[in-house]
C-alpha cells in the first residue's frame, strides 16, 4: 500500500514557464514532508521541506504548498530553467519519527529551452 | 569536499555471493543511513544509526546487516545475494535527523546486480 502517491510519471514545461509537480498522501499521522531532486548517476539532493503546522515554504525559485484536508502538497518551480530537469521525489515523516521517510516514485521534470 | 562516498559505484554478484558496500561521510555527521532504490520507485530505508555503536531497523531490513564502529564508516553487508537485491543502493548522513534545515546528504549510489 503505497502512502505517498506522485501519479505524474512525467512533466514537461517550457523554459520560464511554472513547474508544477504534485503529491498525495494516505497517513494522516505524517506531519512534515521533503521535495528532493535527483540527477541522473548521483544520489538525491534536498530542495525544500514543510511541517504540518504550515501550509506554505518558500526559498528562491521554489515553493511547497501543503493542503491538509486534502492530503496533498505540492512543488512549484518558478521560473522554470533547463538544470531543473531531474526527478523529483516526495517524502514523509510520521509524527514523532525522526528518522524514517516514505518516498514517493518520483516525477520526472523536463524543462525545454 | 568529499561529502558522503560509496564504493563500489558497480557490482554483479552471484546468487549466494556476499558481499559489503562501503559508506563513508566527512562531515562529522552523527546520523547515517542505508536506502535501496529499485527501478521506477521511491527509496526505501534498510537500516540508520543516530550514532557510533549504534543502529536500527528500517522498512526492508530482511537480508542486509549494518555495524557502525567509527562516526565516519557505515558499512552494509549482504550475506547471500538473492536477485531481489538487485537495486541501487544510497547511503546517506546528516548532523541531526530529518527535520529541520540540516537535511541528509546523499552519496551517489552503488549499482548492484544478481545474477
Known amino acids: 500500500d503505497q502512502q505517498v502517491k506522485q501519479n505524474s510519471p512525467s512533466l514537461s514545461v517550457q523554459e520560464g514557464r511554472i513547474s508544477i509537480l504534485n503529491c498525495d498522501y494516505t497517513n494522516s499521522m505524517f506531519d512534515y514532508f521533503l521535495w528532493y531532486k535527483k540527477y541522473p548517476a548521483e544520489g538525491p539532493t534536498f530542495l525544500i521541506s514543510i511541517s504540518s503546522i504550515k501550509d506554505k515554504n518558500e526559498d528562491g525559485r521554489f515553493t511547497v504548498f501543503l493542503n491538509k484536508s486534502a492530503k496533498h502538497l505540492s512543488l512549484h518551480i518558478v521560473p522554470s530553467q533547463p538544470g531543473d530537469s531531474a526527478v523529483y521525489f516526495c517524502?514523509?515523516?510520521?509524527?514523532?519519527?525522526?528518522?524514517?521517510?516514505?518516498f514517493g516514485k518520483g516525477t520526472l521534470l523536463t524543462v525545454n529551452p | 569536499n568529499a561529502g558522503v562516498t560509496q564504493t563500489p559505484k558497480f557490482r554483479i554478484l552471484k546468487i549466494g555471493q556476499s558481499m559489503t558496500l562501503q559508506c563513508a561521510q566527512d562531515m562529522n555527521h552523527n546520523y547515517m543511513y542505508w536506502y535501496r532504490q529499485d527501478p521506477g520507485m521511491g527509496l526505501k530505508l534498510i537500516y540508520y544509526s543516530v550514532g557510533a555503536g549504534i543502529t536500527d531497523k528500517g522498512e526492508v531490513p530482511n537480508g542486509y546487516n549494518v555495524s557502525r564502529s567509527t562516526t565516519e564508516d557505515f558499512p552494509l553487508r549482504l550475506e547471500l545475494a538473492a536477485p531481489s537485491q538487485t537495486s541501487v543502493y544510497f547511503c546517506?548522513?546528516?548532523?541531526?535527523?530529518?527535520?529541520?534545515?540540516?537535511?541528509?546528504?546523499f552519496g551517489d549510489g552503488t549499482r548492484l546486480s544478481i545474477l
Open positions: 546517506a548522513s546528516s548532523y541531526r535527523g530529518l527535520r529541520g534545515n540540516q537535511p541528509q546528504h
Open positions: 517524502a514523509a515523516s510520521l509524527r514523532g519519527s525522526n528518522y524514517k521517510l516514505t
